[in-house]
């Protein structure tokens, strides 16, 4: 049973059209909701962390979104640069990290 | 600045050697983890630790070990290589004591065949 489901799979966007992400999760004590960026032949590289239903984050271009079942992670404006595959993973009980299979994100100019 | 390293970056080997990964970080976080990342699965999690001495399953441990005897360093070790383990493993570390959610840092990854 997935804890961490992400949609679409895919994503591809002209330069300049907003979209978003999202990632919905099943643990019953979230202790914290992550946003990587992973790049082609990379590590994930760390954006955001979410507490609690109702917080927001926001990076350049990247907000993130927390509600009791999901997270949404908003691209305003991208620009090609922001092509990668973005990871969502789930804080239950401890430090364990369960991620989501990722969205991967292609804008073209 | 503090880092993660793995090595090697790349590594082929064949079908029953014992291989070892290595991991390396600097932040002097306590806990460490070890993931693999398959098309179609995303990273999972195969050992993780929290301290020196202190080693745990994961979702995906058949096949694999660890051990802490320092801070710094988590070696996975493959006992007899399969070509099911051909993958890509990633090193994480984070820090803070249990019961806080900090954010874990990547290595860059080893692309592991077996052949």
């Known amino acids: 049973e997935d804890q961490v489901t992400q949609s679409p799979e895919a994503l591809r966007l002209q330069e300049g059209e907003s979209s978003s992400l999202n990632c919905s999760y099943t643990?019953?004590?979230?202790?914290?909701l992550f946003w990587y960026r992973q790049d082609p032949g990379k590590g994930p590289e760390f954006l955001f962390t979410?507490?609690?239903a109702g917080e927001e984050k926001e990076k350049e271009r990247l907000k993130a979104t927390l509600t009791k079942k999901e997270s949404f992670l908003h691209i305003t404006a991208p620009k090609p640069e922001d092509s990668a595959t973005y990871l969502c993973a789930v804080q239950e009980n401890d430090y364990k990290l369960s991620f989501g299979a990722g969205t991967t994100v292609t804008v073209r100019a | 600045d503090a880092e993660i390293t793995q090595s090697p970056r790349h590594k082929i080997t064949e079908t029953g050697r014992q291989v070892t990964l290595a991991c390396h970080q600097t932040?002097?976080?306590?806990?460490m983890f070890w993931y693999r990342q398959d098309l179609g699965h995303g990273l999972r999690l195969i050992h993780y630790s929290y301290g020196v001495h202190d080693t745990n399953k994961g979702e995906v441990s058949d096949g694999y070990s660890v051990s802490r005897s320092n801070t710094e360093d988590l070696p996975l070790t493959l006992e007899s290589a399969a070509s099911s383990q051909t993958s890509v493993y990633f090193c994480?570390?984070?820090?803070?004591?249990?019961?806080?959610?900090?954010?874990?840092?990547f290595g860059q990854g080893t692309r592991l065949t077996v052949v």
């Open positions: 979410l507490y609690s």
């Open positions: 643990v019953s004590g979230l202790r914290g």
């Open positions: 994480a570390s984070s820090a803070g004591p249990r019961g806080r959610a900090l954010e874990a840092f």
């Open positions: 932040w002097n976080h306590n806990n």
